[in-house]
């Protein structure tokens, strides 16, 4: 296992368009989370899921973002209608929710960075 | 989450420790202190992360004080690729919420 995995590593695309983003996470963790960065800033949370669930989403997921993890295995976040205000790097992370309840260092991927010309 | 504050930037000399202060004065008693950094064009990577107590890895060291309130990362010997932004982060459990971070070159 060579950690996660994120595909495409760059993207772009025109105005409008739809695109969609895969990410791999280590096999045997169960929290999925995607975060989106733009330049200069920490990432921001967009949402997380457990196995296959998705538990939370935050205010900036607009409805034109949709994310699935339909096996509990890979996610993809899919963006409808793109924006230039979309252009940004979008990152995978995953972790462990063990049975004692704790969490702990989440591993991300390399991004995929996005430009909407 | 706890908020947390940082330096912008600091620089350090090559093979020299490199100590990254944090401030959390309103940490609540169930969130851990996490360090993560990021070097460019990568995602951010996991250092080391604490509750109370002080924690040492083969990266780094994380010095908290007794009340909490405010936390030191130590790189003990300072590399060129330790160059990066560093992000001190408070948390329960499950979500991560980054702020600016501190922007670190080690120069040689």
């Known amino acids: 296992d060579t950690g996660v995995s994120q595909n495409p590593r760059h993207k772009i695309t025109k105005r409008g368009q739809n695109v969609t983003f895969r990410c791999d996470p280590i096999?045997?963790?169960?929290?999925l989370y995607w975060y989106r960065q733009t330049l200069g800033q920490g990432p921001e949370f967009l949402t997380y899921f457990q196995n296959e669930a998705q538990l939370e989403k935050s205010r900036l997921l607009s409805d034109r973002f949709s994310a699935e993890r339909p096996k509990g295995s890979f996610s993809t976040l899919e963006i409808q209608r793109t924006e230039q205000g979309d252009s940004a790097m979008y990152l995978c992370a995953s972790s462990i929710l063990r049975n004692n309840g704790k969490s702990h260092g989440y591993t991300f991927g390399s991004g995929t960075r996005l430009t909407v010309v | 989450d706890a908020k947390t504050t940082q330096p912008t930037s600091m620089d350090c000399a090559e093979g020299r420790a490199a100590n990254l202060p944090c401030n959390h004065s309103?940490?609540?008693?169930?969130?851990?202190v996490y360090w993560y950094r990021q070097i460019h064009s990568q995602g951010p990577q996991y250092i080391i992360h604490g509750l109370k107590n002080n924690e040492t890895n083969e990266m780094a060291s994380l010095i908290i004080t007794e009340d909490r309130k405010s936390s030191t990362l130590i790189l003990p010997h300072a590399t060129l690729r330790d160059t990066a932004v560093y992000y001190c982060i408070v948390r329960p459990f499950y979500k991560l919420s980054f702020g600016a971070g501190t922007t670190v070159t080690v120069r040689a």
């Open positions: 096999s045997e963790h169960n929290r």
């Open positions: 309103t940490i609540s008693g169930n969130e851990y």
